[in-house]
């Protein structure tokens, strides 16, 4: 997700709990679909990567793709001005409406989608946000105060050698990994996963210090999976 995702209580909620939820693919834009949400649908939403409504027919929670396995796998979520609308960014699994179209807003006679590959489950990159927030916030700190600001005030040489570092060790725990026996993996992927957090801090930093935004290298990787 991009940003901080609005929490319940950020909500403006109508006068039954209510509020429109508008879901749209992440993907190109496309509107999916409209339906209502309240603060448990919300919630619900937030703790699983998958989105969920409240069904006004049924009068209770809903997760959409429950039965028919078209589940939509959570993006980003935004709240409008007023703070009474929210807008879903997705990851759609099959065609979103029941009749069988990609959106609710197509003709009945459109053509579906084909199947999709199954979406893997969310894996948190959105935490990476608050990560990039901090580093930021580090730039033009007193460097005594804060091992992020003496990189920063290093000049392109001090995170770029920390990247150089960090690399040459998740190659090694990476090698290491792969020969563990298996009693022995549970210590290598640790160690394993350690330094592959210390490489994308340090590449953050990095991109900090040239003043390039993380976003610019997300849009690189669209449009080489777009090719």
């Known amino acids: 997700m991009i940003g901080k995702s609005p929490l319940p209580g950020d909500v403006v909620w109508g006068p039954s709990g209510l509020v429109p939820g508008i879901v749209q693919d992440a993907g190109d834009g496309r509107v999916l679909m409209l339906a209502y949400v309240d603060a448990e649908a919300l919630a619900a939403t937030l703790a699983t990567g998958e989105v969920h409504f409240h069904s006004r027919s049924r009068d209770r929670l809903w997760r959409k ?3 028919s396995g078209d589940v939509l796998h959570l993006v980003d979520i935004s709240l409008d001005c007023d703070g009474d609308a929210l807008l879903f960014q ?7 409406c029941h009749r069988g179209t990609r959106s609710c807003f197509d003709k009945a006679d459109a053509v579906a989608p ?3 590959a199954p979406v893997a489950a969310p894996q948190g990159f959105e935490w990476l946000e608050n990560l990039w927030a901090t580093i930021d916030s580090r730039a033009g700190v007193d460097p005594a105060t804060s091992y992020t600001a003496r990189l920063l005030a290093g000049g392109v040489d001090a995170p770029g050698r920390k990247v150089t570092e960090e690399a040459t060790e998740v190659l090694m725990a990476a090698k290491d990994d792969a020969v563990a026996p298996p009693e022995s993996r ?3 992927r ?7 957090a210390d490489l994308l801090y340090h590449t953050l930093v990095l991109l900090r210090e040239r003043d390039l935004p993380p976003a610019a290298v997300i ?5 080489r999976h777009k090719g």
């Open 219 to 223: 849009a690189r990787l669209r449009e």
């Open 90 to 96: 997705v990851n759609p699994v099959g065609p979103t």
């Open 186 to 188: 549970a210590a290598t």
């Open 114 to 116: 084909a199947p999709s």
């Open 65 to 67: 793709g429950e039965t």
């Open 190 to 196: 640790d160690a394993l996963t350690g330094e592959v």
